[in-house]
């Protein structure tokens, strides 16, 4: 006989779970007397948000379901942006969620929440669990949704008492999930659509990505001098030192790469959705049926077709296509001149434009370049400040590059947590801004309560920078809501019990860098920035030039 919620973390266990994130609740309690005697490592965050991001992260990081824990009503709707950025990501997750004495089920007692209602639009799948004796079973479903076809989240309800109930019931199996291959006529299919285009273009995108997948896909890019890209925080995906890549179709993508999407006439989507960032708000592929030749490679058959009608819809998991097509045979390339055009534009991209105002955020990223290794992760969370992040970065590995597709601020410190709990000898680099960061520092707590040497390099403009950006460009001079106050972050950071300095000059950065590493506590260095400089590219009073 065991309570509900040993045998809840029994099942995690046969799953390899090794670590959980969680803010407690006593809606849980037996879950966390469980965890007690349990190999798995439970992380106590400060916010929901954090603990859903970091489990988020976790999913990204290791291609198995984060685990979140969570207390019913205001901890579910607080953990609810980790489990959307799951969806909009494909990031197996899995949100456990505590929940009213079945007893008292639909009479709106305290803290009540309808999960499979509240969450029905968001995850994968929401619902409750009624019975101890059918743990074994909802987890098993659980973690095989969440790892199936598009992978993303599931959110289970557990009533308290079905977790105090003690019932005699059998461990279900651990989770393997079900494979697709590629058909053989569609290989053939490809190959001939190959051989006709003069101009094509592989972008490579989420839905259950490996490392070797990334190495398959570049070798048969290299071995066809195809050039790919990479959808939007899809930059570790394939080693960006290839000839092959040409660079990244997120937000202020460079303009030649957009226009070379605009003028492939072969698009060959490997996994991804084509979602709204990559395609510049559906403006580079018409929907739904785009001028290009469209092969669109995904694990969920109802995703193809979903916006844009492909010539060639491959419904089937990408490390087996990746795999598939570095065995086929090359095409001769008529487009060598093509590829290695978009080549030159990329590394183009990566030099930067001297920029006024004390830290010359260009520079610093060409000094990351060089002194980061290639196992270091970047994350982060949204705002201009990651135009800079993700332009000037140079990713070689897969699973270096942790940020939300789902542009959501307060993402990145919960993110590097996980990082360096996944990844104890690796550094965690999270990029953020002034609003971004009080989002999410909260977490900068938990970093240090669990001795995480995580790096924040903090740009502080003084304002919403990206709002304030769109605002002069549709409501020139006429600025509202946008501005920010701050706190001294140092100061914050050392208040945190972490290490903060704040670099002056540009030239001061090297050694301040060294100097929150050394530390080996959760640092923070703080980049104040021209708040002119909106973008590498334009200023504020561009725009409002722009504007008027
Ligand atoms: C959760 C969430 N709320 C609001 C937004 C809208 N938003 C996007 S960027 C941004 C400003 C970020 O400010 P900051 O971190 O200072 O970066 P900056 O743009 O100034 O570089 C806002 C409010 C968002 N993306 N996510
Ligand atoms: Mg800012």
Same mark, same amino acid.
């Given at each position: 006989?065991?309570?509900?919620?040993?045998?809840?973390?029994?099942?995690?266990?046969?799953?390899?779970?090794?670590?959980?994130?969680?803010?407690?609740?006593?809606?849980?309690?037996?879950?966390?007397?469980? +965890?007690?005697?349990?190999?798995?490592?439970?992380?106590?965050?400060?916010?929901?948000?954090?603990?859903?991001?970091?489990?988020?992260?976790? @999913?990204? +990081?290791?291609?198995?379901?984060?685990? #979140?824990?969570?207390?019913?009503?205001?901890?579910?709707?607080?953990?609810?942006?980790?489990?959307?950025?799951?969806?909009?990501?494909?990031?197996?997750?899995?949100?456990?969620?505590?929940?009213?004495?079945?007893?008292?089920? %639909?009479?709106?007692?305290?803290?009540?929440?309808?999960?499979?209602?509240?969450? *029905?639009?968001?995850?994968?799948?929401?619902?409750?669990?009624?019975?101890?004796?059918?743990?074994?079973?909802?987890?098993?479903?659980?973690?095989?949704?969440?790892?199936? %076809?598009?992978? *993303?989240? &599931?959110?289970?309800?557990?009533?308290?008492?079905?977790?105090?109930?003690?019932?005699?019931?059998?461990?279900?199996?651990?989770?393997?999930?079900?494979?697709?291959?590629?058909?053989?006529?569609?290989?053939?299919?490809?190959?001939?659509?190959?051989?006709?285009?003069?101009?094509?273009?592989?972008?490579?995108?989420?839905?259950?990505?490996?490392?070797?997948?990334?190495?398959?896909?570049?070798?048969?890019?290299?071995?066809?001098?195809?050039?790919?890209?990479?959808?939007?925080?899809?930059?570790?995906?394939?080693?960006?030192?290839?000839?092959?890549?040409?660079?990244?179709?997120?937000?202020?993508?460079?303009?030649?790469?957009?226009?070379?999407?605009?003028?492939?006439?072969?698009?060959?989507?490997?996994?991804?959705?084509?979602?709204?960032?990559?395609?510049?708000?559906?403006?580079? /592929?018409?929907?739904?049926?785009?001028?290009?030749?469209?092969?669109?490679?995904?694990?969920?058959?109802?995703?193809?077709?979903? &916006?844009?009608?492909?010539?060639?819809?491959?419904?089937?998991?990408?490390?087996?296509?990746?795999?598939?097509?570095?065995?086929?045979?090359?095409?001769?390339?008529?487009?060598?001149?093509?590829?290695?055009?978009?080549?030159?534009?990329?590394?183009?991209?990566?030099?930067?434009?001297?920029?006024?105002?004390?830290?010359?955020?260009?520079?610093?990223?060409?000094?990351?370049?060089?002194?980061?290794?290639?196992?270091?992760?970047?994350?982060?969370?949204?705002?201009?400040?990651?135009?800079?992040?993700?332009?000037?970065?140079?990713?070689?590995?897969? @699973?270096?590059?942790?940020?939300?597709?789902?542009?959501?601020?307060?993402?990145?410190?919960?993110?590097?947590?996980?990082?360096?709990?996944?990844?104890?000898?690796?550094?965690?680099? #999270?990029?953020?801004?002034?609003?971004?960061?009080?989002?999410?520092?909260?977490?900068?707590?938990?970093?240090?309560?669990?001795?995480?040497?995580?790096?924040?390099?903090?740009?502080?403009?003084?304002?919403?920078?990206?709002?304030?950006?769109?605002?002069?460009?549709?409501?020139?001079?006429?600025?509202? %809501?946008?501005?920010?106050?701050?706190?001294?972050?140092?100061?914050?950071?050392?208040?945190?019990?972490?290490?903060?300095?704040?670099?002056?000059?540009?030239?001061?950065?090297?050694?301040?860098?060294?100097?929150?590493?050394?530390?080996?506590?959760?640092?923070?260095?703080? /980049?104040?920035?021209?708040?002119?400089?909106?973008?590498?590219?334009?200023?504020?009073?561009?725009?409002?030039?722009?504007?008027?």
């Amino acid at each position: 006989m065991r309570n509900g919620g040993r045998i809840l973390v029994d099942q995690l266990e046969l799953n390899d779970v090794d670590l959980a994130f969680c803010l407690p609740g006593e809606s849980f309690l037996p879950v966390l007397d469980a +965890l007690y005697d349990s190999p798995i490592r439970l992380v106590s965050c400060r916010h929901e948000q954090g603990a859903a991001n970091a489990a988020e992260a976790y @999913g990204k +990081l290791t291609g198995r379901p984060g685990i #979140c824990l969570v207390t019913r009503g205001p901890g579910a709707t607080q953990a609810a942006v980790g489990v959307h950025t799951a969806k909009q990501d494909s990031t197996p997750l899995i949100l456990l969620v505590g929940q009213v004495p079945r007893a008292f089920e %639909g009479r709106e007692a305290w803290q009540e929440l309808d999960y499979a209602r509240v969450f *029905g639009g968001i995850a994968k799948a929401a619902w409750h669990v009624d019975r101890a004796d059918r743990i074994p079973e909802h987890i098993e479903r659980g973690f095989s949704l969440a790892l199936s %076809g598009r992978p *993303g989240p &599931v959110v289970l309800a557990l009533p308290e008492d079905v977790l105090v109930e003690e019932a005699e019931v059998a461990d279900a199996a651990t989770v393997r999930p079900a494979h697709s291959l590629p058909r053989d006529d569609d290989l053939m299919r490809l190959h001939e659509l190959l051989a006709a285009s003069e101009r094509p273009l592989v972008i490579v995108g989420e839905g259950g990505w490996t490392r070797e997948t990334g190495e398959d896909v570049l070798a048969f890019c290299e071995a066809n001098e195809l050039p790919v890209a990479s959808a939007f925080r899809c930059q570790d995906f394939v080693d960006n030192r290839s000839r092959a890549y040409v660079g990244v179709l997120g937000v202020a993508m460079d303009e030649r790469l957009a226009t070379r999407v605009r003028e492939a006439d072969l698009v060959l989507a490997f996994g991804g959705r084509l979602g709204e960032v990559p395609t510049r708000r559906y403006t580079l /592929l018409d929907a739904p049926r785009p001028r290009q030749t469209l092969i669109h490679a995904h694990p969920d058959p109802a995703e193809l077709g979903f &916006v844009y009608r492909p010539d060639l819809p491959i419904a089937c998991d990408l490390p087996e296509l990746a795999a598939a097509l570095r065995q086929l045979k090359p095409v001769e390339p008529r487009w060598l001149e093509w590829t290695q055009a978009a080549r030159g534009d990329y590394e183009a991209n990566l030099r930067h434009e001297p920029m006024e105002g004390p830290v010359d955020l260009g520079e610093i990223m060409a000094f990351l370049r060089n002194r980061l290794p290639g196992d270091a992760i970047q994350t982060c969370g949204a705002g201009n400040f990651t135009v800079w992040a993700h332009r000037f970065a140079e990713f070689t590995r897969y @699973g270096t590059q942790v940020c939300p597709r789902s542009g959501s601020m307060g993402y990145g410190v919960a993110a590097a947590i996980a990082a360096k709990l996944v990844h104890p000898d690796r550094i965690a680099v #999270c990029f953020t801004g002034d609003g971004d960061f009080v989002m999410s520092s909260p977490e900068f707590a938990t970093a240090v309560q669990y001795e995480l040497p995580i790096i924040v390099l903090l740009v502080n403009n003084g304002m919403y920078g990206t709002i304030r950006m769109h605002q002069e460009r549709q409501f020139p001079g006429r600025v509202i %809501g946008t501005d920010l106050v701050n706190p001294d972050f140092p100061a914050l950071a050392r208040a945190y019990g972490g290490y903060g300095e704040r670099v002056e000059r540009t030239a001061d950065f090297e050694a301040a860098f060294e100097r929150a590493l050394d530390s080996g506590l959760p640092s923070l260095l703080e /980049l104040p920035v021209d708040p002119e400089r909106i973008s590498p590219r334009i200023t504020l009073s561009e725009l409002q030039l722009v504007g008027r």
